[in-house]
Every structure is written in structure tokens, then in C-alpha cells.
């Protein structure tokens, strides 16, 4: 009777992984401290660009970008340096609010995480969503940054919901096969964890530009990784 009854109670209820992906986590930090730098370009970096404002990225930096470069792109370009002890101070006022709703999250990053949590399998959507929008709405209320979310079954698929709707966006992601493939396959394969700039360059020589040419370019792939 145990047994079925724990059965019951799990069906009743659908897990869900809410990525949280903070946008332009050190630019967003300054524009607290300085608001009139807000719609402004703006960078934090110091000889490289690390974080970029949406009005600089409109120029086409971005991070990782030589800092020279960046100022060429923009002349009224803000540059900033990095105060490392404060971003991580108010990220840690962050993630602190946002253990709240679950005390075992994982943070990948200082601007970057994901928490577990279960939502009735009746309204499994609505509740997902709801829940994102409290944790917002409680970071920005206390601590003026703003978050991107992916909401998905597994962290993996959540990450990259993340980046869809960039900034103050949510995009999610049920456990259906059609759905996953559909999104999969429109996506580039620099959205895909673990490729980077070189495996990018070397998938695009291939032929690969986005998931669905795997399809039909992956034996090539099996040939030029393995040889």
C-alpha cells in the first residue's frame, strides 16, 4: 500500500530544471551602482571585453574581444574595470534568494545555475512559469540584475532554453520527443556544450552549421574526429 501510495504521489508531479542565466551579469551589476550609465554601451573588461551591455553589442562586441578593438567599434564606448569582490558579493545575494525555492541548486558559474523543483502534473506549465516569475521579481525587487530562464527536464536542455530569449526571456521545454528534436535541430552548433571557436571552425568546414546537418553530414564528423 506504501509503495503504491509513493506511486501516486509521483505521478501527481512533474520535475523541472529552471536554468537561470544572468544578463550581462557585470554590466548589469555597474548599471546598479551607476544608473546613468544605463542605455549607454557600456563593457566591463580590462584588455579584453569579459561583459557587454545589449547598447554595445549593437556594434558588434562582445566578450572576448581585444578592449582596443571594442573602443574602435564604439568611440563613445564605456569601459569599465572589473571589481570581481563586488560582482561576486551581489551574486551571492542572488543565489541566496534563489536557494530559497531550492537548497541543493547547483551554481555553475557566478552568473549562472540551475535549481530542481516539482510542479503538479496538472498544470505543470503555468506553475513552471509562475514559479520563474517569483524568483524574478524577488532578485530584481532586492537587487535591480536581471535573468534569462530555460525550463526543461534535464539541465543540459535547460542551459540552452536559457540563451533563447535573451534578455528577461523564458523558453521551455517539455519532455516530448517532437518538440526536443524541433528545437535541436534549428539550433547552431555553437549552442551545443562543449563546442567551441576551433570545433565550430572544423564542423563548419564539414558542412555543419546547425544540429540538423548532423543528419547528414555526421559520418564525416566520425571520419575527421577518429582518424
Not at 211 to 223: L, S
Request: glycine share 8%; aromatic share 12%; charged share 25%.
Amino acid at each position: 500500500f506504501e509503495q503504491q501510495k509513493t506511486s501516486l504521489i509521483e505521478k501527481s508531479e512533474e520535475e523541472f530544471y529552471i536554468y537561470i542565466d544572468f544578463d550581462m551579469f557585470f554590466v548589469s551589476c555597474e548599471l546598479v551602482r551607476d544608473p546613468a550609465l544605463r542605455g549607454l554601451p557600456v563593457v566591463v573588461g580590462k584588455g579584453v571585453v569579459a561583459s557587454a551591455s545589449y547598447e554595445a553589442r549593437a556594434f558588434g562586441i562582445h566578450s572576448g574581444m581585444p578592449l582596443f578593438r571594442a573602443s574602435e567599434s564604439c568611440p563613445g564606448l564605456r569601459a569599465i574595470v572589473p571589481d570581481m569582490s563586488y560582482y561576486h558579493e551581489v551574486s551571492s545575494k542572488a543565489w541566496k534568494i534563489i536557494s530559497k525555492y531550492d537548497s541543493e541548486f547547483c551554481q555553475k558559474g557566478i552568473d549562472e545555475g540551475y535549481i530542481k523543483v516539482s510542479v503538479g502534473l496538472e498544470n505543470a506549465d503555468t506553475e513552471a512559469q509562475e514559479l520563474t516569475k517569483r524568483i524574478f521579481d524577488e532578485v530584481y525587487g532586492s537587487l535591480g540584475i536581471t535573468f534569462s530562464v530555460g525550463i526543461s527536464y534535464n539541465p543540459m536542455l535547460a542551459k540552452m532554453c536559457s540563451s533563447v530569449n535573451k534578455p528577461k526571456g523564458v523558453h521551455q521545454l517539455r519532455k516530448n520527443i517532437r518538440d526536443v528534436k524541433a528545437f535541436l535541430d534549428d539550433l547552431t552548433i555553437d549552442k551545443l556544450i562543449g563546442i567551441g571557436n576551433i570545433n565550430k571552425y572544423v564542423l563548419n568546414g564539414l558542412g555543419i552549421y546547425k544540429v540538423r546537418d548532423f543528419w547528414e553530414h555526421g559520418w564525416k564528423c566520425y571520419a575527421c574526429y577518429t582518424e
